[in-house]
């Protein structure tokens, strides 16, 4: 009797500690997702020859451009400007637009933010090109 009351004890205790090791998980009490953070912060950089005056992005399939995201007046050719996302935005692929003097504008599609870091500009045998970094 006293072997099969221990046993009964030892199996308890092994079922017990089974269980606790098996609810473990994560002891973090927020909220967040395990979901894999993107960055779309990119830098634009101006090789065009031609002085841009607006940067305009949104995500690729919105009918809008938003606000001007150029922090300074302007972003003269062989200069640079960094866009920094919120960190809230969660889309990969986006449009940019860019505007000069006149208001003429150049747009670029379907860039995937999430794996370019670097956008310049220039202007080849009359028209508009990006490279991407």
Not at 7 to 17: H, K, N, Q, T
Not at 34 to 61: C, H, L, R
Not at 78 to 90: K, M, R
């Amino acid at each position: 009797m006293k072997k099969m009351k221990f046993f009964s004890i030892l199996m308890v205790f092994a079922l017990s500690l089974f269980i606790f090791t098996g609810c473990g998980g994560s002891s973090s009490s927020d909220d967040s997702d395990d979901a894999t953070v993107y960055s779309q912060d990119f830098t634009i950089v101006n090789d065009t020859g031609i002085e841009i005056y607006a940067i305009y992005v949104s995500p690729t399939g919105e009918a809008s451009w938003g606000d001007d995201l150029l922090t300074t007046d302007t972003l003269p050719t062989g200069s640079s400007t960094d866009i920094v996302f919120d960190t809230e935005v969660e889309e990969q692929y986006w449009d940019l637009m860019v505007a000069d003097s006149a208001g003429t504008t150049v747009e670029w599609s379907n860039i995937d933010l999430f794996s370019v870091s670097e956008i310049t500009l220039k202007i080849e045998n009359g028209n508009p090109t990006a490279t991407f970094k």
